[in-house]
T-cell receptor, first 112, second 112 residues
Framework: KQEVTQIPAALSVPEGENLVLNCSFT??????LQWFRQDPGKGLTSLLL?????REQTSGRLNASLDKSSGRSTLYIAASQPGDSATYLC???????????FGTGTQLKVEL | NAGVTQTPKFQVLKTGQSMTLQCAQD?????MYWYRQDPGMGLRLIYY???????DKGEVPNGYNVSRLNKREFSLRLESAAPSQTSVYFC???????????FGPGTRLTVL
């Protein structure tokens, strides 16, 4: 059974800092991995999807990497801003691609 | 382009009442999903529809039914609501089971 863990559970950084969020999964036979952000009381916003054949995916200030052999993905946020404050979730696709297992999330706070 | 829309946004039911949550997407996606999100439990899949005309159970289907009305719409029905069904319900869609998942804004349901 796939298990997805995100450490730390919460993170507070000053504005402008570069930061890395971590995501670990137990079953390396994943299809894709997707990163989301969730603002309080809101739905999930898709940030990036990394296909199993890719090692990195970039969108603006965000860069996500995937290392299947070690069971890890990271989300790098450059020059953090208060508007980046949210909970970040990673999710691994397994079971033929139709099963999506979510991590427990990292709650990020970027302070002025 | 509204993405994934859900109605209603909020609902309060009494135990034993029934209701239908509506979901629609305008991205021409084949696959649609219903999740529930509970504190400490993360996101769990209730039902999904890989393509128009098909539906399958997810992790927690008991107490729910679904209808894939057409390619755009996927509804979730609670026949006899129970307090354990108090949760936030999210609809999602994707172009294929392993494609990027896009989520709606959610329905906050309280069962008294």
């Amino acid at each position: 059974k796939q298990e997805v863990t995100q450490i730390p559970a919460a993170l507070s950084v000053p504005e402008g800092e570069n930061l890395v969020l971590n995501c670990s999964f137990t079953d390396s036979a994943i299809y894709n991995l997707q990163w989301f952000r969730q603002d309080p009381g809101k739905g999930l916003t898709s940030l990036l999807l990394i296909q199993s054949s890719q090692r990195e995916q970039t969108s603006g200030r965000l860069n996500a990497s995937l290392d299947k052999s070690s069971g890890r993905s990271t989300l790098y946020i450059a020059a953090s801003q208060p508007g980046d404050s949210a909970t970040y979730l990673c999710a691994a696709f397994t079971g033929g691609g139709n099963k999506l297992t979510f991590g427990t999330g990292t709650q990020l706070k970027v302070e002025l | 382009n509204a993405g994934v829309t859900q109605t209603p946004k909020f609902q309060v039911l009494k135990t034993g009442q029934s209701m239908t949550l509506q979901c629609a997407q305008d991205m021409n996606h084949n696959s649609m999903y219903w999740y529930r999100q509970d504190p400490g439990m993360g996101l769990r899949l209730i039902y999904y529809s890989a393509s128009e005309g098909t539906t399958d159970k997810g992790e927690v289907p008991n107490g729910y039914n679904v209808s894939r009305l057409n390619k755009r719409e996927f509804s979730l029905r609670l026949e006899s609501a129970a307090p354990s069904q108090t949760s936030v319900y999210f609809c999602a869609s994707s172009d294929g089971l392993a494609g990027t998942r896009y989520f709606g804004p959610g329905t906050r349901l309280t069962v008294l």
